[in-house]
Nanobody
Framework: QVQLVESGGGLVQTGGSLRLSCAASGRTFNNYAVGWFRQAPGKDREFVSGITPSGKGTYYTDSVKDRFTISRDNAKNTVYLQMNSLKPEDTAVYYC?????????????????WGQGTQVTVSS
């Protein structure tokens, strides 16, 4: 069993930055691929970024490429999502998710563990 807790959300103006953290406990985290998803009001949950267990492989959806950076510190059992140049359309609840595997996935059903989410609001 893995427990995930997100933090770092908040209210920021357009162009601002936030760093989200996803802290894991329960099992050896460096065996798990991690994805960040987000869900805006009235919309489906969407994949934002993913990272392999080693941290060497990363992926970003087009809308956040060159603005967001995913990273992980396995010694701290934590994955980060640095979000720069934020836009109002980035407003959503952000979730981290983990699954035991060598690669990230864009498919919600592939993930076994989810955090509770953290709200990110970008004002215009």
């Amino acid at each position: 069993q893995v427990q995930l807790v997100e933090s770092g959300g908040g209210l920021v103006q357009t162009g601002g930055s936030l760093r989200l953290s996803c802290a894991a406990s329960g099992r050896t985290f460096n065996n798990y691929a991690v994805g960040w998803f987000r869900q805006a009001p009235g919309k489906d949950r969407e994949f934002v970024s993913g990272i392999t267990p080693s941290g060497k492989g990363t992926y970003y959806t087009d809308s956040v490429k060159d603005r967001f950076t995913i990273s992980r510190d396995n010694a701290k059992n934590t994955v980060y999502l640095q979000m720069n140049s934020l836009k109002p359309e980035d407003t959503a609840v952000y979730y981290c998710a983990a699954h035991l595997g060598v690669a990230w996935s864009r498919i919600i059903g592939d993930y076994d563990y989810w955090g509770q989410g953290t709200q990110v609001t970008v004002s215009s």
